[in-house]
C-alpha cells in the first residue's frame, strides 16, 4: 500500500522575483522562500525580531576584526535603538574601535601583498584592512596610555576594576576628548549604560599598556572574577535573555558562561538562558567552542532547552550576514527604551549575592 508523503504539511517552493523596490524586510521574505543557508538567513532575522519585540536583554559577543573593519557603525546603530543591552567583545575590537573615534588612518587595502615589503614601510595588515605602525598603532598607544594618566587618580586605581568598568570610562573619556566619538562604539555604549565586557584581560593591545602604565607608576588591577560575577549577575537579575554572537571564540565562551557560573559554580538553581543566534565559520566537527552547537551547549547549562524556535546558528562570514540582520530588526522593530544596564548592575550583583 502506497503511503502519505511525510512532506504533505510542508509549504511549497515557488520560485520568488526581485524588484526593484524590494526593502530588506521584502528581501529576508525572499531568503525565507528558499533554500540551503538563505532559509537559515530568514530564521535568525525572524528570531532577532522576536528578541528584540518580546524584550529580552541582547547580549553582543564580537570575535575576530569586524570592528577594525569599520562594522561599528553597525554596532553603534543597535545601541541607540536600544537593541543591543550588553557587549562582550575581544579587547582588540574595543583598540581598534578608537582609531575611528580619533580619526586615525586605517585604510581599505587589497588583500594581497609582499608582506617583507610592508613590514620594511612601517604597514600592518589584517588581510584587507591596512594600518600604519606609527600614525595608527603608536599614537592609540599614546592615547590610552594618556587615558590611564589623566583618569587614573579618580577613576581607575583604589580597587579591582571589571572590564565593563575601565570600558566605560574609557568610553566616557574618548566621548569627551575624541575628534568624532560618534563613530565610536565604545563612546556610545558608555553614554548610553551598555556595559562593555572583554573575552580576556591580557590578551590585546590595551592591557599592553598597561604594562607600561603599571610600570609608570600608574598601576591598575583588574578583575577576571568580578567580570564573571557582574555578568552572571546580568543573566541572574533580568526576565529573558538573548544571544547575539558575531565568530565564536572567547565572547561566545564568556556570555554563555554566565549561566553555569550561576547554577554550577554558586549553586543557584537556574535553567540557562533563553535564546541564541550565532554567525561563523566554524565547523563542528573540530571540536572548538567556535563550531558548538546551541544543543551541545544545552548539556552545559548553558541554555535552557533545544528548541528550534529559540536556537538558530547561521553559517557564514559576519561582515555579509550581520548588516543585514541588523538593518533588518532597525526597520521592522520600535525603538526600545534603553536599559542602562550599566548603572543597575551593582544592584543587580547585590541580589545575585543575596540569593546564594
Known amino acids: 500500500m502506497p503511503h502519505h508523503s511525510m512532506f504533505k504539511d510542508h509549504p511549497d517552493i515557488v520560485p520568488p522575483a526581485l524588484s526593484k523596490a524590494m526593502s530588506v524586510v521584502d528581501l ?10 538563505a532559509r537559515n538567513v530568514h530564521r535568525g532575522a525572524r528570531l532577532f525580531e522576536r528578541m528584540v519585540s518580546d524584550n529580552d536583554v541582547i547580549w553582543l559577543g564580537i570575535a575576530g576584526a569586524g570592528v577594525a573593519g569599520g562594522m561599528g557603525g553597525m554596532i553603534i546603530s543597535l545601541i541607540e535603538a536600544g537593541v543591543i543591552d550588553v557587549i562582550c567583545s575581544t579587547g582588540a575590537q574595543v583598540y581598534h574601535d578608537l582609531h575611528f573615534a580619533f580619526d586615525l588612518p586605517v585604510k581599505a587595502i587589497p588583500p594581497v601583498w609582499d608582506d617583507n615589503a610592508l613590514r620594511r614601510h612601517g604597514d600592518t595588515r589584517i588581510y584587507d584592512i591596512g594600518i600604519r605602525d606609527k600614525e595608527t598603532l603608536d599614537a592609540q598607544d599614546a592615547i590610552i596610555r594618556r587615558f590611564i594618566r589623566e583618569c587614573h587618580r579618580e577613576q581607575l586605581s583604589g580597587r579591582p576594576l571589571s572590564s565593563w568598568e575601565f570600558n566605560r570610562a574609557l568610553g566616557k573619556w574618548t566621548h569627551q576628548q575624541a575628534k568624532y566619538p560618534q563613530r565610536s562604539f565604545v563612546a556610545t555604549a558608555a553614554e548610553h549604560g551598555v556595559p562593555i565586557f572583554w573575552d580576556s584581560l591580557a590578551n590585546h593591545s590595551i592591557a599592553l599598556n598597561l604594562v607600561l602604565t603599571d610600570r609608570s607608576g600608574l598601576p591598575i588591577s583588574l ?12 543573566v541572574f537579575s533580568t526576565e529573558q535573555t538573548g544571544f547575539i554572537e558575531l565568530g565564536g571564540g572567547g565572547p561566545k565562551n564568556f556570555i554563555q558562561q554566565t549561566s553555569p557560573t550561576i547554577s554550577q559554580i554558586l549553586g543557584i538553581n537556574f535553567e540557562g538562558a533563553d535564546r541564541g543566534l550565532q554567525i561563523g565559520t566554524a565547523i563542528e566537527r573540530e571540536g572548538s567552542l567556535s563550531g558548538c552547537t546551541f544543543s551541545e551547549a544545552v548539556t552545559w ?3 535552557r532547552s533545544v528548541d528550534e524556535e529559540k536556537m538558530v546558528q547561521i553559517w557564514g562570514e559576519y561582515s555579509v550576514i550581520f548588516p543585514i540582520l541588523a538593518a533588518y530588526v532597525i526597520a521592522k522593530c520600535a525603538k ?11 544592584q543587580f550583583a547585590k541580589k545575585l549575592e543575596q540569593a546564594r
Open 301 to 303: 547549562g548553558k541554555y
Open 223 to 234: 578583575s577576571a572574577q568580578k567580570d564573571i560575577f557582574d555578568s552572571a549577575a546580568i
Open 336 to 346: 526600545r527604551p534603553l536599559k542602562h544596564i550599566a548603572t543597575q548592575l551593582p
Open 28 to 37: 529576508i521574505d525572499v531568503l525565507g522562500r528558499t533554500s540551503f543557508e
